[in-house]
């Protein structure tokens, strides 16, 4: 083990009273993460408060036991806050904007996969190589714990990597992952829930919805992009993960290294990025979303990243901006 490992065992096995924490619009990955470390540390006879900011999307209704989280933090004393699929407090949106000074100094373990900014708190579980944290977590719990595995924790936790891969599509490490699939099949995880509910429905608004961004893309030197407003969303009656169907779709088109999907939510345009991972000699010019995002505010992994800047002026005209921008960026690579 190395001491990180250890001492997040250790912190994990000596808590009698633990939290844990999602960020906000949250994705497969950390709804499977947070449930199956929810349903491990209650088999360990925990007593186990686990929050999210926001409401989940619908499209995961399916999953077992969702309808019982809650949205609201009581701020109590907690032996030991854990954050799943995430490092930064601000992530946790109004949770943690309304009593920052709560999560100061408190004992912490992260588990996380994505890039941080050298500034990150508490104990630190976090492979940026990996596809997804339910692949991090179950590594590290079925050596912990194996004995306590059941049929809704391999679910839960195969849930995530089949989400954050694009249900396979846009992992990097084959082994590392299908070998961590494998495992979870044998112990039973649930695989024709999940795809037939979050790979193959979809509801008709959905499919509506990305008629609507097929008919906006554009193509601009490297980048193929299209966009939408709340409003929008609103009108068709669908969330932000129905919404984000179109960008499953535009990055299978051919031709430009990246895709990119722009929405205008409130105040700020978020954009998810994603690139082509190119092969042979071409491997070298794959863009590394991850240096975009960074410029942008937020990041992510090098073939996926997301990023979120103020709305300024009319967002038609921002979208032609932050095109440029990223394009800009790219070149420099």
């Known amino acids: 083990m190395t001491s990180n490992e250890l001492k997040a065992k250790q912190m994990i096995d000596q808590a009698k009273k633990i939290a844990i924490f999602w960020h906000m619009s949250p994705d497969g990955d950390c709804i ?6 929810w349903k491990l540390l209650e088999k360990q006879k925990k007593k186990v408060t686990y929050v999210v900011p926001n409401k989940p999307s619908r499209i995961f209704d399916f999953v077992k036991w969702i309808k019982r989280l809650k949205s609201n933090f009581d701020y109590k004393h907690y032996d030991l806050l854990i954050f799943v699929d995430f490092t930064g407090i601000g992530r946790t949106w109004i949770i943690g ?19 941080g900014d050298g500034k990150e708190e508490g104990i630190l579980i976090k492979d940026v190589k990996s596809i997804s944290t339910c692949e991090i977590l179950f590594e590290y719990t079925i050596r912990w714990r194996p004995a306590l595995y059941d ?5 839960y936790f195969y849930l995530g990597i089949s989400s954050d ?12 992952t ?5 495992k979870l099949l044998k112990l039973w995880a649930d695989k024709d829930i999940v795809v037939n509910n979050l790979i193959r429905k979809r509801s008709l608004n959905a499919v509506k919805f990305l008629n609507l961004l097929l008919n906006r893309i554009e193509e601009k030197w490297e980048l193929l992009y299209t966009y939408y407003d709340e409003d929008e969303m609103k009108e068709y009656k669908i969330d932000q993960e129905e919404a984000a169907y179109g960008l499953h779709i535009i990055q299978n088109i051919d031709g430009p290294q990246a895709v990119l999907l722009l929405r205008k939510i409130g105040d700020m345009i978020r954009g998810s990025l994603r690139a082509k991972k190119l092969e042979g000699k071409q491997a070298g010019k794959t863009i590394d979303c991850n240096k975009v995002a960074q410029q942008l505010w937020w990041g992510g992994h090098k073939l996926a990243a997301g990023f979120s800047v103020p709305v300024k002026g009319k967002f038609e005209d921002q979208i032609k901006e932050i095109v440029r921008n990223i394009n800009k960026t790219i070149e420099t690579q």
């Open 32 to 37: 499977g993460s947070l449930l199956g470390l």
């Open 178 to 182: 299908f070998s961590n699939v494998l």
């Open 165 to 176: 891969s694009g249900n396979f599509l846009f992992e990097e490490d084959h082994i590392r």
């Open 97 to 115: 904007m309304a009593n920052p000074w709560y999560f100061k100094d408190k004992p912490l373990v992260v588990f996380d996969h994505h890039m």
């Open 151 to 155: 049929k809704d924790i391999a679910t």
